[in-house]
């Protein structure tokens, strides 16, 4: 009986690796609140929103409003925003439902409820909060190709800025006025590149004719890590915008499981998996047909030089597929899902084992 016994008792130190929800998630953030860092996910079964913190184990709900089936959740940097993506019952109509939450309930709240909240238009294939977390980048197709306009996070003061014949990209609000387009990957076609102009919609070519192109740019947009598909299997490679110079890295991993850091200019935190099989990268890790283990690794795209983070494997016996990694305020925390069940994970960065291994990348 623990009731007459203060809770500090039994507060014990968080684990370095942390298992954030036990369920599969849509999409979750990350925001500093005075000293705590204060973390959100959408349950990708019920739609429901949970909140906890770096200093605590309790998750607690947020938003009680049931939306079946979310498979996507994009969140406004700061938390107060979500924009939740799911098939109607059609199975045929994509909505995309931005969820306002409000910041002086101290209960469970009905989001659609909120005067704030609205469904934007119907059929988005790709949305993209812009990084102050008020406007948001969306493409919708049509008989000509794909349309992409700019509006409220509430839909609202709309206007189109893109055009394309173009149907499969995968977009980013980037910067304040840089919108990055990536054509869709295959291993056996050519991928392109283009920055977008949210003010004048001018687009710039930045990389073409790659094969099976995925690429993580950073904020300051000067830095690209992609990958290149090669016959079965693929190359991770560094390009300096600004120079045009390509470098080619010693291990190999996918962008996407990357994430540049938000405290150092040329550092980035990766996902390196154990072992790569054969495979028509990256279509097969996108398909499922492919699993990776992963450690977590520090790399210098200047210096060429790595380190390693954390053996996950090694130190707590969990097997974990890295996918939708970001880093929090001052690159204290990574998060990310693990690919083999959608389940939200934290690594505390300040507080990881020291593994002492180092290599260039180069």
């Known amino acids: 009986n623990t009731d007459s016994q203060s809770s500090s008792e039994f507060e014990a130190e968080l684990p370095i690796l942390r298992q954030i929800s036990n369920t599969p998630i849509a999409g979750g953030v ?34 009680n409003t049931t939306i079946l089936k979310v498979p996507e959740a994009v969140w406004s940097s700061g938390g107060q925003s979500v924009v939740m993506r799911y098939l109607n ?14 910041k002086t309930a101290s209960t469970s709240q009905d989001i659609s409820k909120n005067p704030k909240s609205a469904f934007l238009p119907s059929n988005i294939e790709q949305l993209s ?10 493409l919708i197709n049509n008989a000509d190709g794909s ?20 149907k499969e990209w995968l977009a980013l609000w980037l910067s304040g006025d840089t919108i ?20 004048t919609g001018a687009t710039s070519k930045i990389m073409s004719g790659i094969n099976g192109l995925t690429a993580l740019v950073s904020s300051g947009t000067k830095d690209i890590l992609y990958s290149e598909s ?21 291990f190999k991993t996918l962008p996407e499981k990357c994430a540049w850091s938000r405290t150092e200019e040329f550092a980035a935190y990766c996902a390196i998996p154990k ?26 795209t200047k210096t060429g030089s ?56 180069f």
């Open 30 to 63: 990350a925001f500093k609140k005075g000293e705590d860092t204060i973390i959100r996910y959408v349950d990708r079964g019920t739609g429901h929103i949970y909140e906890t913190n770096d200093r605590s184990l309790e998750n607690k709900t947020v938003s």
């Open 89 to 102: 019952q059609d199975n045929n109509t994509i909505l995309s439902f931005s969820a306002d939450i409000l």
């Open 129 to 138: 909060v812009n990084p102050s977390g008020d406007k948001i980048f969306y």
């Open 147 to 166: 349309v992409g306009a700019v509006s409220n996070i509430d839909g609202l003061q709309k206007r189109r800025i893109f055009q394309s014949p173009i």
């Open 180 to 199: 990055t387009l990536t054509t869709k990957p295959a291993y056996n076609a050519f991928g392109y590149l283009f920055y977008l102009n949210n003010k």
């Open 230 to 250: 090669i016959e079965g299997s693929f190359k991770l490679k560094y390009r300096n915008v600004t120079n045009g110079e390509d470098k080619e890295l010693s």
């Open 275 to 300: 072992t790569i099989s054969n495979g028509d990268y990256p279509d097969v890790w996108y398909q499922g047909l492919v699993s990776f283990t992963d450690s977590v690794w520090k790399i210098d």
């Open 306 to 361: 790595s380190e390693l983070v954390f053996d996950i494997q090694k130190e707590t016996g969990n097997d974990i597929d890295i996918m939708n990694p970001f880093l929090s305020d001052g690159d204290e925390y990574l998060f990310f899902m693990n690919k083999k069940d959608l389940t939200f994970w934290s690594l505390a960065l300040k507080k990881q084992l020291n593994a002492g291994s180092s290599v260039n990348i």
